[in-house]
C-alpha cells in the first residue's frame, strides 16, 4: 500500500522528531548515570570526611592526655630531683645559681 504524497513530508518531519527525541532520551539516561556515579562518589567522600573527623578527633585527645602525662612525669621529676638534693645537702643550682668567675680572677 503506497502512502499518499501529501503525507511523505509530513512523515518524514515525524520521523526526524522521533530520532530526535531517542537520541535526547539516551543523552539524558547517560547524564543521570553520571549523576548517580557523582552521587555515590560524594556520598563516599562524605564518609570518609566523617570517619576521618572521628579519627583526628581521637588523636588529637590522645595527644592532650600524652601531654598532660609528660607534664605529670615533668613535675614529678622536679619533685623527685629536689628531694635527692634535699636529702645530700645540695645546694639547688637551678635557684640560686652564683656569679661566673673570671678566668682573670674578676667576677662577670
Excluded: H
Amino acid at each position: 500500500m503506497k502512502l499518499p504524497d501529501r503525507l511523505d513530508a509530513p512523515l518524514k518531519r515525524l520521523s526526524i522528531a522521533l530520532d530526535q527525541l531517542e537520541a535526547a532520551a539516551e543523552r539524558r539516561s547517560i547524564a543521570d548515570a553520571r549523576r548517580a556515579d557523582l552521587e555515590e562518589e560524594l556520598a563516599v567522600m562524605q564518609d570518609d570526611r566523617s570517619r576521618l573527623a572521628v579519627e583526628l578527633d581521637a588523636a588529637a585527645a590522645r595527644a592532650r592526655r600524652l601531654d598532660d602525662a609528660s607534664l605529670e612525669v615533668a613535675r614529678r621529676l622536679g619533685q623527685t630531683s629536689a628531694a635527692i638534693r634535699a636529702v645530700l645537702g645540695d645546694e639547688d643550682p637551678i635557684e640560686a645559681p652564683g656569679p661566673v668567675p673570671d678566668p682573670d680572677g674578676a667576677e662577670a
